[in-house]
């Protein structure tokens, strides 16, 4: 009887040490630990910054909610404009200006004549791309460019930097019009249209005249 007595104080005590109550009362699951240790974390952050708060639990946790809201936010975000971005650039270097093997012996007069068929039929997209085209294979006969079936227009913008940088800079607005055009399928106003094709022809004209000058 004593040796039962015995038992039963010893169990008792074991039961009322700290560490068992500890175990016994600590039976959360692995998330619920980690989202307890991230809140408390916050909270002795907050705490060693801004002193006198003495932010309370809820406090912490409305903290970690928003912060993990953002997070998640600005990942999206930028899997979002990391995926346009390389579906753009699969695209352009897919459909690179010079892509139509049938033309590879034209010159920019016969993209000019080609650009202004279209325009009379009403096929504003080809129109300016033939137009952007014309003014591409002139840089190339005048050496600012290497016009290559593969390259692209963000290629042919830096090697035209090292020739005029503003001529670069006008080239490649006219470049961001052409891929808007004939990679994203936009659709072309007239007047759009005829201020793109003016903007090439006195491109052209001012080379033109150069060249005469300088003959």
Avoid: C
């Amino acid at each position: 009887m004593i040796d039962l007595d015995q038992a039963n104080d010893k169990i008792e005590e074991i039961l009322h040490r700290d560490e068992y109550l500890v175990y016994l009362k600590d039976n959360r699951s692995f998330l619920q630990k980690w989202w307890d240790s991230i809140k408390e974390w916050f909270g002795n952050l907050f705490q060693e910054l801004f002193s006198s708060i003495n932010p309370a639990n809820g406090f912490a946790t409305g903290i970690v909610v928003i912060l993990l809201v953002l997070v998640v936010m600005l990942i999206l975000v930028a899997g979002f404009f990391t995926i346009r971005n390389w579906r753009r650039k699969s695209k352009l270097q897919k459909h690179a200006p010079l892509y139509q093997k049938h033309e590879k012996d034209w010159g920019y007069e016969e993209h000019i004549a080609e650009a202004n068929k279209r325009e009379v039929a009403g096929d504003l997209q080809l129109a300016t791309r033939h137009m952007f085209l014309a003014l591409l294979l002139y840089f190339h006969n005048k050496g600012f460019v290497e016009a290559r079936i593969w390259k692209t227009n963000w290629e042919y913008g830096q090697e035209l930097r090292r020739t005029d940088k503003n001529l670069a800079e006008s080239f490649q607005q006219l470049a961001r019009i052409f891929d808007e055009v004939v990679y994203g399928e936009q659709k072309v106003e007239r007047d759009a249209y005829m201020s793109y094709k003016e903007t090439i022809g006195s491109l052209l004209a001012k080379q033109l005249n150069e060249e005469i000058g300088q003959g």
